[in-house]
T-cell receptor
């Protein structure tokens, strides 16, 4: 099973782009990269996912390197409400379903 | 609006008690999951289920069991609660197949075992 490595914490100024890195050097060819975030006292919330192409939605952009061994989640204009723990996850196919392995994540502090 | 609900937000139990944590989803999802979350350890998968009466062990199943008698309900059971099971417990659900990329989480149950 592929594992991920993220920095434990990062700071970002309000209004600036937040770039959160993730290493997943053992990812397999059919495994997707997912990002979730968890705001204090809430359950995790899905943000975005991708296989090998860059992806963008209303919340964020996901940049995956050509060798797929790392990725970056970009919040283009961070706000104070984006302060949360961000999880980079690689999806593992399981019998009849799948398992999602969450690591410790990156705690992002957005400062005014 | 999609909904995953958990039976309690806060629960206090004594060592040795049998504890039931209930999770219900209203999205007709095939997959359901139980995680525990502890400071510095992130989320760890306890059990998951991909169909009624089907279950698979996650990374830390010891001391826990699960039950899925109906598609919408997934129960986590602590047969004999211990203090090291004090934690935040999170339930999640998802579709299966090509669209199974997003898990919807409940608000969590903070369990304290004294």
């Amino acid at each position: 099973d592929a594992k991920t490595t993220q920095p434990p914490s990062m700071d970002c100024a309000e209004g600036r782009a937040a770039n959160l890195p993730c290493n997943h050097s053992t990812i397999s060819g059919n495994e997707y990269v997912y990002w979730y975030r968890q705001i204090h006292s809430q359950g995790p919330q899905y943000i975005i996912h991708g296989l090998k192409n860059n992806e963008t939605n209303e919340m964020a952009s996901l940049i995956i390197t050509e060798d797929r061994k790392s990725s970056t989640l970009i919040l283009p204009h961070a706000t104070l409400r984006d302060t949360a723990v961000y999880y980079c996850i690689v999806r593992v196919a399981g019998t009849g379903g799948f398992k999602t392995i969450f690591g410790a994540g990156t705690r992002l502090f957005v400062k005014a | 609006d999609v909904k995953v609900t958990q039976s309690s937000r806060y629960l206090v139990k004594r060592t040795g008690e049998k504890v039931f944590l209930e999770c219900v989803q209203d999205m007709d999802h095939e997959n359901m999951f139980w995680y525990r979350q502890d400071p510095g350890l992130g989320l760890r998968l306890i059990y998951f289920s991909y169909d009624v009466k089907m279950k698979e062990k996650g990374d830390i199943p010891e001391g826990y069991s699960v039950s899925r008698e109906k598609k919408e309900r997934f129960s986590l059971i602590l047969e004999s609660a211990s203090t090291n099971q004090t934690s935040m417990y999170l339930c999640a659900s998802s579709l299966t197949g090509p669209s199974s990329y997003e898990q919807y989480f409940g608000p969590g149950t903070r369990l304290t075992v004294t």
